[in-house]
């Protein structure tokens, strides 16, 4: 049997990316799965270098072992005391947001992101991911060998998005494809593709994740998205944190369900025979997610990487995948695997 040729999209979340990194570890484990394209944001753009920089200098496990690497040094960023204790307690889903929720820790951050301009603090004030992701071999991230990558951040100035790949990718690239407005300084650096020093913020505002760089001729049309921000919360925010996340939940989403609209409607072109054959590319889209461990989970476990929590995303992710390919790894290549209309009615 032939491999299954696919593209990831891999949305931005913040510590809930630890979901996406237990999806990987499972889709670089089957033998039968070839991953051909990558388009990531913030998140999906961290989990997307690893992989990357994994398959182009030794393939699948290699991958694997970076998001391993990768996931390690994100908790070790996490408050370790309550670690331990939530450790200790071992309790349900919903436990562990609320006690992240109200813990010191998250409440001063919070607070801090209501009151003040990250700007205040000047160059102080600094994004502890940064030299994670320094420590990048960013090489391997940018060689021609491995899956085609692509990182999306959002333009400051011009409010539109901005894709970056090949020897675009910079520690900068994507540094500023995680930038949240409310806690860091707009990254600026010299973007190759104007000339000028350009200003950039999260990606997740203007797509989460970019999908048209994965309409390549050269890519397959099949396109797994990661799902890590519920696209349906039963339980309506009440308090400003709640509101604020949910708030952030639907503006994520929005480019992605408005770039799956045009997918709809232009399988439904060809489907009528509308378009000329092979004139349009005719995606295929598939969605591996868990709304109802996400709608568990709330934004204090998103923003401060509690290794408990990285752990059972992993294991959530991983159960997902396995379910996904269980049900539907010999519908990739052939057929789509998720209802756009149900998405959008």
């Known amino acids: 049997m032939g491999k299954k040729r696919i593209n990831l999209a891999l949305q931005g979340g913040g510590a809930h990316g630890a979901f996406t990194w237990g999806v990987l570890d499972t889709l670089l484990a089957d033998p039968e799965i070839e991953i051909a394209g990558i388009s990531g944001t913030s998140a999906g753009a961290l989990n997307g270098a690893a992989v990357k920089a994994g398959m182009a200098t030794g393939g699948a496990e290699v991958a694997r072992d970076n998001l391993n690497w990768l996931w390690s040094e994100v908790g070790s960023l996490g408050n370790s005391f309550m670690d331990n204790w939530l450790e200790a307690m071992s309790p349900s889903a919903p436990i562990l947001a609320k006690a992240m929720k109200y813990s010191p820790a998250y409440a001063a951050m919070d607070f801090t992101s209501r009151m003040f301009s990250p700007y205040i603090y000047g160059p102080a004030l600094k994004n502890p991911l940064e030299k994670l992701v320094r420590s990048f071999h960013f090489d391997d991230v940018c060689c021609d060998t491995g899956p085609k990558l692509f990182i999306g951040a959002t333009n400051v100035r011009s409010g539109k998005i901005r894709v970056f790949e090949g020897d675009e990718i910079t520690p900068d690239a994507i540094m500023a494809s995680a930038c949240l407005p409310t ?10 593709k104007t000339g000028k020093v350009e200003a950039f913020w999260d990606g997740g505002y203007t797509g989460n994740p970019a999908l048209f760089p994965l309409f390549h001729d050269d890519l397959p049309e099949d396109i797994v998205i990661i799902n890590i921000n519920p696209m349906h919360r039963e339980a309506l925010p009440y308090d400003t944190q709640g509101i604020t996340n ?11 369900l408005r770039e799956l609209r045009a997918i709809d409607f232009v399988q439904r072109l060809i489907a009528d025979g509308r378009v000329q054959k092979g004139s349009m590319k005719r995606v295929l889209i598939h969605m591996i997610a868990d709304n109802d461990l996400m709608n568990d989970l709330n934004v204090a476990t998103k923003t401060i990487p509690s ?4 752990t059972r995303l992993k294991e959530a992710g991983q159960n997902a995948a396995q379910s996904f390919l269980e049900n539907h790894k010999s519908q990739l290549n052939k057929d789509q695997t998720i209802d756009l209309v149900d998405m959008f009615s």
Do not use: G, K, M
């Open 307 to 310: 290794p408990v929590i990285l």
């Open 246 to 256: 949910r708030i952030n939940e639907i503006s994520f989403n929005t480019s992605l």
């Open 183 to 192: 806690l860091f300084q707009a990254v600026e650096f010299e973007d190759p």
